[in-house]
């Protein structure tokens, strides 16, 4: 029953990395009404970026069950009964996962008389293939926008191109959260937060690197902390090919610089300066009005997605810190990005709660999921993605996709993880190989 009438909410959340698992997990309960039980279950998509044990735990989420699915698996587990059924589905996936899922559970709910409210949206800062990434979530009940920026550009490219923008809707990132910053510490802490892919070069991380280091030479009397996403051999939701932990080996560092890895939030609980490329990490400390630098050093470029701070007053260089430079945040600019610095916080999400219970209380159930892309309309590009998930262009499993009557043996886990292994290093190793041989 819905959860206005139960004071309950059943929710399903499936992620395919560490960060969009954190995504859908908090967003999860951030959207269950305050007064209301949460029955939280949680689906891992089995892939090269799977979280491991510790990834998990460094997010701080407790689920009432986790599993690592395929997607047909999960497809089938939603096919269940319905008085099983959950009341909201929460798709925490990379674009083109999204859009298999959708076409998959159009298929799987063919008939049925209820389903879930489905829920997707981005981990945070949105600065590439928009228009591709979007369209790919189009067809989910709620596509989340983190901030009153992203939901106008979200609109405009629905209505753009002819599609139903009402799933559009505002709320904030799940994680803002914590303790205002009050002042300076003892020791000071500059807090550098590392990224996976950005930038992807050895020369661009090793400066990097190294200019954190000089950063700490030049002021003993401050801690300086790199702060780490993942440990060597782990996936994130970006691959990470060049991991700085790896690039410190053998470097004569000072005794005020540390490697940490932990909860971004407690780290942040000790930081007087955060400085990055372009993470979202920058939005955590914007909330908290921590001092917050986004570097110019390797220019303000798309790639890089540090374009997205023009106008933040957080543009900054490596120059500039080390000669004492105290950045202040464009009010203006942190009040559009949903940071919501302002303590307007805990209200970001009604409208989203608000809409899911009238979904939930909808007279006859909903609607079958309408995602933009069909067989009609992108006859050339949705087979594939829906191939890559054992999907034919109808949205049913393909002849031969995984089973999920069973739990695999203890044979086919062995293979499962070496092969896993075996794909990793292609990616963290072997491919690194090529790409630079091709450079030559």
């Not at 891992?44 to 069950?65: F, H, I, M, N, W």
């Not at 700490?216 to 440990?231: C, D, M, N, Q, Y």
Request: charged fraction near 25%; hydrophobic fraction near 40%; proline fraction near 7%.
């Amino acid at each position: 029953m819905p959860a206005s009438a139960t004071k309950s909410l059943r929710v399903a959340v499936l992620a395919d990395s560490d960060t969009r698992w954190k995504w859908g997990a908090l967003t999860a309960q951030r959207l269950a009404p305050t007064d209301a039980e949460i029955r939280l279950d949680g689906y891992l998509l089995r892939g090269r970026a799977t979280p491991t044990a510790r990834q998990l735990k460094e997010v701080g989420v407790r689920a009432d069950s986790l599993r690592e699915v395929t997607g047909v698996e999960f497809l089938r587990a939603m096919g269940g009964a319905v008085e099983d059924q959950y009341d909201v589905l929460i798709l925490a996936l990379v674009g083109g996962g999204v859009q298999a899922m959708l076409h998959g559970l159009r298929a799987t709910w063919a008939g049925a008389g209820k389903r879930p409210v489905v829920v997707t949206g981005y981990v945070g800062v949105v600065y590439e293939k928009l228009a591709d990434g979007l369209l790919l979530r189009h067809g989910a009940d709620l596509v989340l926008a983190n901030s009153r920026h992203d939901a106008d550009r979200f609109r405009a490219v629905y209505e753009g191109v002819g599609a139903d923008a009402s799933s559009v809707t505002e709320v904030a990132l799940p994680f803002l959260g914590g303790a205002p910053y009050t002042g300076e510490h003892e020791p000071y802490t500059v807090v550098f937060a590392a990224q996976p892919s950005v930038p992807d070069s050895r020369k661009d991380r090793t400066y990097l690197l190294n200019r954190l280091i000089e950063h700490a030479r030049k002021h003993p009397e401050r801690e300086v902390l790199l702060k780490l996403r993942s440990k060597p051999g782990e996936h994130t939701t970006h691959i990470e090919e060049l991991p700085y932990q790896k690039l410190a080996q053998g470097t004569d560092v000072p005794a005020n610089f540390r490697l940490v890895y932990g909860h971004m939030g407690e780290v942040l609980d000790r930081t007087d300066l955060l400085v990055t490329v372009s993470s979202t990490a920058a939005l955590e400390a914007l909330h908290r009005r921590i001092p917050t630098v986004v570097l110019t050093d390797l220019g303000v470029r798309e790639v890089l997605g540090n374009h997205h701070f023009t106008g933040s007053g957080c543009l900054a260089s490596w120059d500039q810190l080390d000669a004492g430079h105290r950045p202040v945040a464009d009010e203006e600019w942190v009040a559009r990005q949903g940071v919501a610095a302002d303590g307007s916080y805990g209200t970001a999400f009604d409208t989203a709660r608000e809409r899911i219970a009238k979904l939930l209380d909808r007279p006859g159930g909903l609607p079958p999921l309408n995602p933009y892309y069909t067989p009609e309309t992108a006859p050339g590009y949705l087979p594939g993605i829906l191939a890559r998930h054992h999907l034919g262009p109808d949205g049913v499993p393909l002849p031969g996709a995984p089973a999920a009557d069973k739990e695999p043996g203890p044979v086919r886990q062995i293979v499962r993880r070496a092969a896993r292994g075996a794909y990793r290093h292609g990616v963290q190793r072997v491919a690194p190989v090529i790409r630079r041989m091709g450079e030559l």
